[in-house]
């Protein structure tokens, strides 16, 4: 479930209408980003979901040489964004599911905020004085590290910035009462029959100046120039490039073969029918899992040590948020705690140079960080119970039909899959999926499903999928 800045931020860029825009989705990124800022990004080994974009601590100019004059001024435009919602809902229902839920269900909730912002945009005849500008030279340890570490480099372009500071606004109370078996709430456990009211609020203030939504562009770097691609974004054009842009594929590892040509097959069907179904989802997946060829030691050794990283969200970004993930670098790096664990498992197991088994834990990672905090902790709930095999057959029975449905559409549960999940099991598995995006209401064909939810929905079918199959050493 998206947080409050970033609910905020997609809706002013929905309002503004502009699709090359890109809300900010946290805070911190906020206050980094700014016109001419450099982004890292690496593609995601996965066809359902990206990887997030990285702002560094680094602008273009940082890497260029001095010019002898400044460039043309930036275009401004100001525009005002005010937004209230306010929901009331009424609910009764129960779950025949072994779970025993009989309760009656009143919700309100109201968000608000108002904004005063600005569009940044950096003219054509900017762009046009900053490529005659030469790189540093000798070459900036930035470039040298993106170059060894293969990661594409983008500038931005157009910022949407704060002219004052607003404070976001979110209050909302629940009552519940009935006969009940299910927490209220997921971490408060309670059984019997009960009232409540639960209220909740939340404020935010944003400084001004924060940076809402950017454009961005992709920098290419040749060997004595560089150049802007104004067109072109896509994942097909490396700001690296090299004569040999696919040397993994001249590799003799069988693994490395297999996952490389099964992924080449997958992009050639892609494109061919120029759509995506829920059956290429479950191929790649599957596709992995089958590469990776681990022995039943060391998926132990990988679930457990998964586990407690997943208890510490700081494991998690170290690997793959800010690109320091040792497993990607050759020969394997030095690293404590649980992922030390794994590259020490990875070393010893009979088959190093495991690359199916690193792709496969990097695959893994990677959905996961698609994920909220929150659902990492439900995650590691999940897998201490062993109940990841339902929650996938159950997150599969949401995702498989109307795959590439574009609107809001509505589904209902499976009777037979909810029988495994019960009492605390379910509200777990209601909790992953209220962090997807879904609006789930207690046996009733009303549950609802934003397209939005199918990037998150995606990523937490591959990671339940993975970490069901860890599961059974």
Same mark, same amino acid.
């Given at each position: 479930m998206p947080s409050m800045f970033e609910r905020t931020t997609k809706k002013l860029v929905k309002e503004i209408g502009d699709q090359e825009l890109r809300p900010v989705k946290c805070l911190l990124s906020a206050t980094k980003i700014r016109r001419f800022s450099l982004i890292r990004r690496k593609k995601a080994r996965s066809w359902f979901w990206q990887l997030p974009d990285v702002p560094l601590d680094a602008s273009l100019m940082h890497i260029l040489e001095p010019g002898s004059s400044d460039p043309v001024a930036a275009v401004k435009v100001s525009a005002n964004f005010s937004d209230t919602e306010v929901m009331?809902?009424?609910a009764a229902g129960s779950v025949n599911a072994g779970a025993g839920v009989v309760i009656l269900e009143k919700t309100a909730a109201c968000r608000g905020y108002s904004l005063k912002y600005q569009i940044v945009s950096t003219p054509l005849e900017t762009w046009t004085k900053l490529e005659k500008r030469k790189l540093l030279d000798p070459e900036p340890a930035l470039l040298r590290q993106c170059r060894e570490a293969g990661v594409n480099l983008y500038v931005v372009t157009d910022t949407v910035e704060l002219l004052n500071s607003p404070v976001l606004q979110d209050l909302s109370s629940k009552? =519940?009462?009935?006969?009940?078996?299910l927490p209220l709430d997921i971490l408060v456990k309670g059984r019997g029959e009960a009232e409540g009211i639960k209220v909740?609020?939340?404020?935010?203030?944003?400084q001004k100046g924060s940076v809402l939504a950017y454009k961005r562009k992709q920098l290419v770097f040749h060997e004595k120039d560089w150049e802007i691609l104004h067109i072109t974004d896509d994942d097909y054009q490396k700001t690296f490039p090299t004569g040999d842009d696919n040397a993994a594929a001249a590799a003799d590892d069988d693994d490395q073969k297999t996952i490389i040509e099964g992924q080449y097959l997958l992009r050639k069907i892609m494109q061919m029918f120029q759509w995506t179904d829920f059956k290429l989802l479950q191929e790649e997946v599957s596709q992995n899992i089958k590469a990776a060829k681990l022995s039943k030691d060391m998926q132990d050794?990988?679930?457990s040590?998964?586990?407690?990283?997943?208890?510490?969200r700081e494991a998690l970004q170290d690997r793959m948020d800010t690109g320091r993930c040792p497993l990607e670098q050759e020969p394997f790096g030095h690293l404590d705690g649980p992922g030390g664990t =794994?590259?020490?498992?990875?070393?010893?197991?009979?088959?190093y140079p495991g690359v199916g088994s690193k792709f496969l834990i990097l695959y893994l990672l990677e959905a996961l960080m698609v994920l909220s905090d929150i659902?990492?902790?439900?995650?590691?709930?999940s897998m201490e119970k062993r109940i990841l095999l339902p929650q996938r057959d159950l997150v599969k029975s949401i995702l498989k039909p109307n795959f590439n449905c574009s609107e809001k559409t509505r589904f209902t549960f499976q009777p037979e899959l909810l029988v495994p999940l019960q009492?605390?099991?379910?509200? =777990?598995?209601?909790g992953l999926l209220d962090e997807c995006g879904l609006k789930i209401e207690l046996n009733s064909p009303g549950s609802t499903r934003d397209p939005e939810a199918q990037e998150p929905l995606s990523a937490l079918y591959g990671a339940l999928s993975v970490l069901s199959q860890l599961a059974k050493a």
């Open positions: 009331k809902q009424q009552k =519940i009462s009935g006969k009940f078996s909740t609020e939340k404020q935010l203030t944003v050794v990988v679930f040590n998964l586990l407690a990283m997943l208890e510490d =794994i590259l020490t498992e990875l070393q010893k197991d009979s088959r659902q990492h902790v439900l995650l590691a709930q009492g605390e099991d379910l509200a =777990i598995t209601y």
